[in-house]
């Protein structure tokens, strides 16, 4: 965990522990600690993982008043087969000042700006934990300021990340790694405004949004300058046999929809990036290609109430990339023409019983595709399950020279989890 992240959990811990002390605050904490695992399909490689074993746990403390509130939630997990897994994250730590019509957070916090399933092109704030689901990555806490005021039936918020928190990948023995067996990224670099590599972590960074509910639509825009996080340029140095993220700066302007009519839900999300260019070449790197794109995703969810009280959702996506350039083709984002398809069942039930089943093909390459299933319950009222399994099927046009979610071809897994609230 970085600096920043203990001084914002120390204010935090200070707040709410005083506030309790003195009445002043209201306050609760929970949370769950246990165990998860997860088995692979064997791929005879003595330099990778075929099973993980971990405990982990999360934490979540509330403290609030009547005009200041404050939040702690922290996440770890400690893994006795890969030690790269192992992580504390500190996934929202802030202090809030709110009136009617104001609020001002400062902390880490946990951005949700995306409407789809699994694709989510405007869903760029928060860095990932990019070994954990991959339609859906777990997110560490953006270290921001932000201001929202209310304005009609929505609202304004400006932001600003003085930090830029590096993304954390798998490590070389893990079976999601984007990368041949062995190897992992060994060094995160980053350009400045001006193109120019810089290893400062501290960068200013800004984004505005704006959300306005119209009838039974929700919509939002958005302008973000900020490092990418989702989409660096990956190179091996022979020289210094190092594996080497490049993350450039990135404007970002885009928007999300979403619509209810009956049992139908329309989904949009949309974004357009554009990467600021090194200045000239960097030095044992290749030139970077210009590379700027937009995402499109569009999606429609059809819910259906049975007699019972359970419910089923049928859902479909898709999400294409535009303007990519092809001569560019290994720096294309993940799921550049992909279609999914999924069914959710809610059973509606004490044990709050869920599952969903979701597959996702390439429209390019129709041989390329994942098949996800997940369940969860709880086990009376301190226990809980968490179960799952993924089918990856990705064979690579160029069996010397796998691209993007080719090096995930027959990592085939399921995984599982036992917990206990408290």
Known sequence: MTNHGILAIVVASVLVGTGSAAGALDTSARGELGVEGRVFTTDTD??????????????????????????????????????????????????????????????????????????????????????????????????????????????????????????????????????????????????????QVDDDTFVPQWALRAQQTFGSADVSLHAVRHIDRDAPVIYYDPERAEVIALFQPLTQLGGTLQMASGSVVLKLEAAYRMFEPPSGTIPYLPPVPDRDYGLVAAGVEYGLVHASGAGSTLLCEAQAALDYPHEADRLAPLFQRDLLLGYRFAFNDEDEKSLVVLVIDDLERSEHFMLTGRYSQRLGERWGIKAGFQWLHFPARDPAMPLGFEWLDDADHIHASLFRYF
């Open 46 to 195: 003595d330099r990778t993982d075929d099973y993980n074993v971990a405990v982990s746990g999360r934490v979540d403390v509330t403290a609030s008043g009547a005009a200041v509130r404050a939040k702690m939630r922290l996440f770890g997990r400690y893994d006795a087969v890969d030690g790269e897994r192992t992580v504390l994250v500190p996934e929202e730590v802030w202090l809030e000042w709110r009136s009617e019509r104001f609020r001002l957070r400062a902390g880490h916090q946990l951005l949700n700006w995306t409407a789809t399933e699994a694709f989510h092109p405007a869903d760029v704030i928060n860095s990932r934990l990019f070994d954990s689901a991959i339609e859906n990555p777990d997110k560490f806490g953006e270290p921001m300021v932000s201001a929202r005021a209310q304005l009609g039936d929505g609202n304004v918020e400006l932001m600003f990340m003085p930090v830029f928190t590096k993304p954390k990948g798998p490590s070389a023995s893990s079976r999601l790694r984007l990368a041949a067996p062995g190897l992992a990224v060994d060094r995160t670099i980053h350009t400045d405004d001006d193109g």
